[in-house]
């Protein structure tokens, strides 16, 4: 039986997909992979919730793949998103991300179909038993529609290949909602970059984070500062990302990253439709988000400042 090691504690930049002229930057994302590293980010994560996967032809999904298991050479741990609105296509993409090195693989319960808890189960089960691969299960009901109950993560846990949950929702409380038991069997990380410490704090284990692409460097520290008992600095770390978690929320919250790193690397705010790009407010609160955290002096380097 397959039973893969749980994953490391700590922030995960969760990336966006750079594009320049319609298709994918894959300089742009080596180098935007090289700036997470640098910055100390714990694992990072391709083609998941905020990488316009849906927007990518399966071609360029493992285009993308080898580009991040490449640039990271090793460094840090890379999870893919392999979850669809089908089984059969999210067994298949995960099969890919094990052939091309991934460390994990990201599992989204299927968006449209609405499955129930049961059928949630089995899909999360069929992937597992045809894979050698860790699984990192996703909680995002509000784009899948479908909430990841105590009930069903209680037997989520018990799946051996997953090894961690990434609850979306911002519910602090989702921790005191399981047994000792599920809490200790996997992983759970933030995926709500406003409640992430607090979640911490409650008893997770980190944060997969959008804002991470902009604020690496902090993101990290906030994280790390909790790990290691300095509970102070990771409040003030947090405070002084608060206006950045408030400006990526303003409009859509990809739409605002890609603009946000247009000012601070050099990759284009660059979407695929059905995004669009930000208004002029929007814009003007990305601008003071970032001059507040000082990362404006980055706009040319490949390095972390």
């Known amino acids: 039986m397959f039973m893969p090691r749980l994953l490391p504690d700590g922030a995960y930049a969760d990336l966006i997909t750079p594009f320049s002229n319609g298709e994918v930057d894959h300089a742009g994302l080596a180098g935007l992979i090289e700036y997470q590293i640098q910055s100390g980010m714990t694992g990072l994560v391709v083609c998941g919730e905020n990488s316009e996967a849906y927007s990518l032809t399966h071609d360029e999904r493992v285009a993308v793949i080898r580009t991040a298991v490449a640039a990271a050479k090793g460094a840090v741990p890379v999870l893919v998103g392999t979850g669809t609105n089908c089984t059969r296509s999210s067994l298949e993409l995960t099969l890919h991300a094990k052939a091309l090195g991934a460390d994990a693989a990201l599992l989204v319960a299927p968006f449209y179909s609405k499955p129930s808890q049961k059928g949630l189960l089995a899909h999360i089960k069929t992937v597992a038993e045809a894979v050698d691969l860790p699984l990192v299960i996703v909680n995002c009901p509000a784009r899948s529609a479908v909430n990841i109950t105590p009930d069903l993560a209680e037997a989520v846990a018990c799946v051996p290949s997953v090894v961690g949950l990434v609850d979306c929702t911002g519910d ?124 404006h002096s980055v706009k040319t380097s490949a390095k972390a400042s």
Not at 288 to 293: N, Q, S
Request: hydrophobic share 50%.
């Open 172 to 295: 602090v409380t989702r921790l005191a909602q399981v047994s000792a038991a599920c809490r200790a069997r996997i992983h759970w990380y933030s995926g709500h970059d406003r409640s992430a410490l607090a979640f911490t704090l409650a008893g997770g284990h980190g944060g997969f984070s959008l804002s991470a692409n902009i604020a690496p460097r902090q993101i990290a520290s906030m994280h790390n500062a909790f790990r290691y008992g300095n509970i102070a600095a990771a409040c003030v770390l947090q405070e002084r990302l608060l206006p950045l978690f408030a400006a990526l929320d303003l409009e859509h919250p990809v739409a605002a990253a890609k603009q946000a790193l247009s000012l601070i690397r050099c990759l284009t705010p660059e979407l695929r439709l059905p995004l669009t790009p930000v208004g002029d407010e929007a814009q003007a609160l990305i601008r003071t988000a970032i001059t507040l955290l000082g990362n």
